[in-house]
């Protein structure tokens, strides 16, 4: 079988590209960085550089798949996040159809069902609608929640203001969290049987916690017990981020969704729709975040 991974090998793509190959099939992995050549060639795959907003590279880089892993690739400077988006996307159904392919696996996201109203989540909706469109294709857009890894932005916030927090938490509900790991075995998973058919769904959680416990389990690890999280008003969440240099628009994105964790918006349809929890917990990652807090 031939396939073709989208961004690069990052924390779920390389796991995924290892297994790919471990299996004896063909891989080839599109990155815009020249620099993750040599890494992509020494797990046996195949490298093409370029990016994913050229719609002539993405229909030639697809050429001859009969599968694709799709991704779109964060960023961190653009005017208009959900157009950049947009055009990724646009840009991976083209080349789908184009080269007549029958399997797509979607790293999408919690949230995604609401399609907008969620930030950065809106632009993966938008690709679950567009790939929902497609006839005579085969998807399963994987919707993984909270990662465990974005919980690293808060070693700034205790070594400064001694807290925890964000424009959410504070409530009942827990927020839900996934190590990539866990996310990257169901997509290896998905992608070596191609046993899905039609559009389906399917959630990938690794530990279900209240913010309150975020904040006892990571402060203990890190030797500062009884930290609390603090529940922060969209406003000061957004000038928190304009504060650390984030650009307006990405400012603005992370607040739209973390308004839409605190309203329950986001993982509404995730109680509803609940997966097997991965073996990851957040016992597991408070050694990695004491880890890097200390370093």
Known sequence: MNYVITGSIGHISKPVVAQLIAANHDVTVITSNTDRVTDIEAL????????????????????????????????????????????????????????????????????THLRKGAGPIDGLGYLEEQLLGLQNVNTIALRPSYFFYNLFSQIGLVKQAGIFGANYG???????????NDIAAVAAEKLLDLSFSGFTTQYIASDEVSTDDIAK???????????????????????????????????????????????????????????????????????????????
């Open 44 to 111: 046996g795959a195949v490298a093409k550089v370029g990016s994913v907003k050229d719609i002539a590279f993405v229909t030639n880089a697809f050429a001859g798949a009969d599968a694709v892993y799709l991704m779109i690739p964060p960023t961190w400077k653009t005017d208009n996040w959900f157009a950049e988006q947009q055009l990724v996307a646009n840009n991976y159904v083209a080349a789908i159809t184009a080269n007549n392919i029958k399997y797509v696996v979607q790293l999408s996201s919690i949230g």
């Open 170 to 180: 504070g409530t009942n509900e827990k927020l839900i969290l996934v190590d990539t």
């Open 217 to 295: 389990v990571l402060g203990e690890a890190i030797g500062k017990p009884g930290t609390p999280w603090v529940t922060f008003t969209d406003e000061q969440a957004l000038q928190g981020m304009l504060g650390a240099g984030l650009d307006a628009e990405i400012a603005n994105g992370y607040a739209t969704m973390g308004a839409a964790i605190r309203s329950g918006a986001i993982q509404e349809d995730y109680w509803k729709n609940k997966p097997t929890l991965g073996k990851y917990k957040l016992a597991d990652f408070a050694k990695a975040f004491a880890a890097a807090y200390n370093a």
